[in-house]
């Protein structure tokens, strides 16, 4: 079955709230001060049962200009509107207001009731027709069904609710497939379960059990006890009005405005990029950096908009790209609307889409990125992953290309493949899953890795290439060892690098030596070969070679490379062979004699004490021999 919400606008006293209780049973002024005043203040909620069989949420609201503020917080979850209007009073300033809110949010259908119907005669209520056709004239909710009613005497109530139940039919059904999302409206304390949150649910679907995070303070809670208007139930769904019972949280740690969603599935913002359309009965045009109050979900923040295009104001029913620069962190996704209203005095003027939910930051003459909020304005699946996988610059996941593009799943998968078979996107692979970046990107990333790994082999030409970690941080600093992998792994799978003994380099381009290079490394090889088992150690071999003292390590380390040479220690090095011709006599020895002093090693290998204790401690480590006081035995 569908679920949708069906939300109340209008001006005060025009009997909204009196026309829910006489639809439903319900009185949504809750409040003390709201009976006593007998004005709504704050958001009511009502449960409402159509013909068919046909059930809907409803969300009452404040009619006074002082309270648009509740009012806003109500009608971002709005599928259906039902806009009142008085007999008796006839189109008034927060009908106006209601209406371009409910416009600018995108709500495209709905009906209008003119209320109080017993008050006046027919020809009044034909005269306040006509006044709201004209106010509807140029707005979604142009041509809307219109029902005089009467709470009082029950007139026309019948047909409203038929009247709502074919509006209902020709909404647009919520996705209730993906991650949860719920704007809180409502936060309290109930005795015996604790903190209780309410919502109308945009999207997707909660359990009780489910994990959660309230977003923007990142806090992780564990969903308990679901109601759709008072009811446990198993699940909640997309366009329904819920109740979640948050245990081992206060009221403290979770208020109105704030958004509780699937783990990983909402990012808090400080800037949104977004199309602004200024409504025209705003009081004056919207000047660059204006101070603003941005209204998204249930959250009002303040914010700068930045007018994009080099404009400097924005008149009254003109629209604009913008970015808008929050004070305080918001959490928003592609294609969610907003509403702005003015610093002071406050009201409401103009609102629009959310094309960017984490953009960078924009200079207001940049070059290019009008086109790209076109291209985002259009909104097909295909290019908002291009556009992410271009603005990030690095290969990315299914799931961070999913995250980052914020559109439906199902629409994802076939986007991602079109613009694979089209070569709009490559296939790289690591070890873990496999990552899509645009070829060009790719390309560009190789060359830098190219070019960086040259420059930094050139400055150590000894070494067989650069070492992986060193070369990643070179080429972004930031950037994870997954991506960096699977750039290295698509490098030499195109043959721009090789990786030998974990050191990258050039293709081709191993060690280069100079005629002076190879003087140094045949001497050094040659001073180490002489010494038997008694070479020069390291100190000895600078003065020998005359190399300072990294040269000198490169040096070794090309030679270890080339099989020349084995280690020791740090500052021990023998020519290739002379390890295993020492490890052959010690065995034979410990064989014959059952253990092995330094005094005697010194004469088997004609090497003094320097020499034959780290060649000991060597042997020690590889298990050939085992210390016993001052000797040694077999392992």
């Known amino acids: 079955m569908k679920n949708f919400i069906i939300g109340t606008a209008g001006h005060i006293d025009h009997g909204k709230t009196e026309l829910i209780k006489a639809l439903t049973g319900t009185d949504t002024d809750r409040l003390k001060e709201e009976k006593e005043r007998g004005i709504s203040i704050e958001l009511g909620f009502a449960e409402m049962e159509l013909p068919g069989g046909v059930t809907a949420g409803v969300v009452d609201v404040p009619g006074h200009e002082h309270f648009v503020k509740n009012m806003l917080a109500g009608a971002t979850g709005f599928d259906l509107v039902l806009l009142v209007v008085a007999a008796d009073d006839g189109v008034m300033p927060q009908t106006l207001e209601h209406l371009a809110i409910v416009d600018l949010l995108g709500v495209r259908d709905g009906v209008v009731a003119i209320t109080k119907a017993d008050l006046v005669d027919e020809e009044m209520v034909e005269l306040v027709k006509e006044d709201v056709a004209e106010a509807l004239a140029g707005t979604a909710l142009e041509g809307a069904e219109m029902v005089v009613t009467s709470s009082r005497t029950g007139q026309g109530l019948d047909e409203l609710r038929s009247a709502l139940v074919r509006a209902a039919g020709r909404a647009g059904e919520r996705d209730s497939s993906g991650p949860f999302r719920l704007p809180v409206d409502r936060v309290f304390t109930l005795r015996g379960i604790g903190t209780v949150v309410t919502g109308t649910l945009w999207e997707g679907s909660v359990a009780d059990g489910d994990e959660a995070v309230i977003q923007p303070s990142g806090r992780k809670v564990r969903v308990r006890n679901v109601q759709v208007h008072g009811k446990e139930v198993e699940r909640a769904c997309a366009g329904q009005r819920v109740a979640l019972n948050l245990p081992g949280i206060s009221t403290d740690e979770i208020e109105r405005g704030d958004v509780i969603g699937t783990p990983g599935h909402l990012h808090p913002t400080l800037m949104v990029d977004g199309l602004l359309h200024l ?101 097909v699946p295909r290019d908002l992953i291009l556009l992410v996988a271009e603005e990030r610059g690095l290969p990315l996941t299914r799931g961070e290309l999913l995250s980052w593009s914020e559109i439906r799943e199902g629409d994802f998968e076939l986007a991602l493949q079109e613009l694979l078979s089209a ?102 090889l040659r001073a180490i070969r002489e010494g038997g088992f008694a070479p020069p150690l390291f100190k000895e071999l600078m003065d020998i070679t005359g190399l300072e003292k990294s040269k000198l390590r490169d040096m070794l380390n090309l030679l270890l490379e080339e099989g020349e040479v084995e280690q020791v220690n740090p500052d021990y090095f023998l020519a290739t062979g002379k390890i295993a011709e020492a490890e052959e006599r010690i065995r034979s020895h410990l064989e014959s004699q059952g253990s092995l002093a330094v005094p005697q090693l010194k004469d088997m290998l004609g090497a003094s004490r320097k020499y034959a204790i780290p060649l000991l401690e060597f042997f020690d480590r590889r298990r050939v021999t085992r210390r016993e006081g001052d000797v040694r035995v077999p392992y």
């Open 279 to 379: 409504i025209t009965g705003a009081p004056r045009a919207l000047k660059n950096r204006a101070r603003v109050r941005f209204h998204h979900g249930t959250r009002e923040v303040m914010a700068r908009v930045v007018l994009l295009g080099g404009r400097e104001e924005l008149a009254p029913g003109e629209s604009s790209y913008v970015q808008l620069r929050l004070e305080k962190p918001a959490v928003v996704l592609y294609g969610d609307r907003y509403i702005l209203r003015s610093y002071s005095p406050v009201t409401t003027i103009g609102g629009g889409r959310i094309l960017d939910s984490h953009p960078r930051k924009h200079r207001p003459h940049q070059q290019g990125i009008l086109t790209v909020l076109e291209r985002r304005e259009r909104g």
């Open 423 to 524: 070569g709009d996107l490559v296939e790289v692979q690591g070890d873990g899953e496999p990552m899509y970046v645009p070829p060009a990107i790719l390309s560009d990333l190789q060359d830098q890795m190219a070019r960086l790994a040259a420059d930094m082999h050139a400055a150590n030409p000894l070494r067989a290439g650069v070492e992986k970690e060193a070369l990643r941080r070179r080429l972004d600093s930031g950037m994870g060892v997954d991506v960096f992998d699977v750039l290295l792994r698509s490098a030499v799978s195109a043959g721009r690098l090789e990786v030998e003994g974990g050191r990258v380099r050039e293709a081709g381009k191993g060690v280069t030596l100079g005629e002076k290079e190879r003087e140094q490394k045949e001497a050094l």
